[in-house]
């Protein structure tokens, strides 16, 4: 693993991100599982609040997910006032094989043994309306708000598509849609199927105290390419010019 060290964009830190290189998947998700757990638990030292952390979908969370449980397993880490989110979750039952929730219940919740009241799901079962809006209820239940009544993630894991989307925010949106200011907002007519999603839209992202992208994969290097140029439009370039800093995750070559 090497890091690239801070870019910037202007002559400050604002929308600056650092990259973080690693050779292959496997390398990339052990360093983001030990890097994710160190991240928690200096979070939740001295403070006694809850501590927001946001999951995404994608087979490099997948990996990540396997390489935290057996880390924490390893060093008995304690996930307690640690409370779980989704940045997205497609509008399936939470048994259906779609659901990002299915896969971090069996990959990182179940075993690691965390509580019930400590998971907080986006129900897709409902339409991606009434989810959205029972997702921001209950996030906002928990987590502290900002002065912009956003609330505020500890950390959120963000994946990256080959068309450069996160959560999923696509490329497709209008405008508009990228300027609305709900905390979470339904997806509907997706280009990628299921069409009917709930995503945490670009404010609540942009004021989470730790954003990290994982990027990896074949057919991505374009896309974060251009992310990363001061004149991208990807989302993920939205991403970082919104944020003051953003790290990312990668295994893709970019030289």
Not at 86 to 96: K, N, S
Not at 171 to 187: D, H, L, N, T
Not at 196 to 211: D, E, H, S
Not at 229 to 242: E, F, H, M, N
Request: hydrophobic share 40%; aromatic share 6%; net charge positive.
């Amino acid at each position: 693993m090497r890091t690239a060290g801070i870019q910037t964009r202007g002559n400050n830190l604002v929308n600056a991100f650092q990259l973080i290189f690693s050779a292959t998947a496997d390398e990339l998700a052990r360093a983001v599982a030990g890097a994710w757990l160190d991240e928690i638990e200096a979070g939740r030292r001295g403070c006694e609040s809850p501590c927001c952390v946001a999951l995404s979908g994608g087979r490099i969370a997948q990996k990540l997910f396997g390489r935290a449980v057996e880390r924490a397993k390893a060093s008995r880490f304690s996930f307690d006032r640690i409370h779980f989110f989704w940045a997205d979750e497609r509008c399936v039952p939470p048994e259906d094989g779609e659901s990002n929730f299915r896969v971090a219940q069996e990959v990182l919740l179940t075993p690691l043994g965390i509580p019930e009241t400590q998971i907080h799901r986006i129900r897709g079962e409902l339409s991606p309306e009434a989810a959205a809006a029972a997702a921001t209820t209950e996030l906002c239940r928990i987590a502290p708000l900002d002065s912009a009544g956003q609330p505020v993630f500890d950390l959120v894991l963000l994946g990256m598509g080959e068309d450069g989307h996160v959560a999923s925010l696509f490329p497709c949106e209008s405008g508009e849609q990228r300027q609305s200011k709900a905390v979470y907002r339904a997806i509907q007519n997706s280009p990628k199927p299921p069409p009917n999603r709930v995503t945490l839209g670009y404010p609540a992202i942009a004021a989470a105290r730790k954003a990290w992208v994982l990027a990896s994969g074949a057919g991505k290097g374009t896309a974060l390419r251009e992310s990363l140029a001061p004149s991208g439009r990807t989302p993920l370039a939205q991403v970082l010019k919104l944020r003051r800093e953003t790290t990312i995750f990668t295994d893709i070559a970019l030289g």
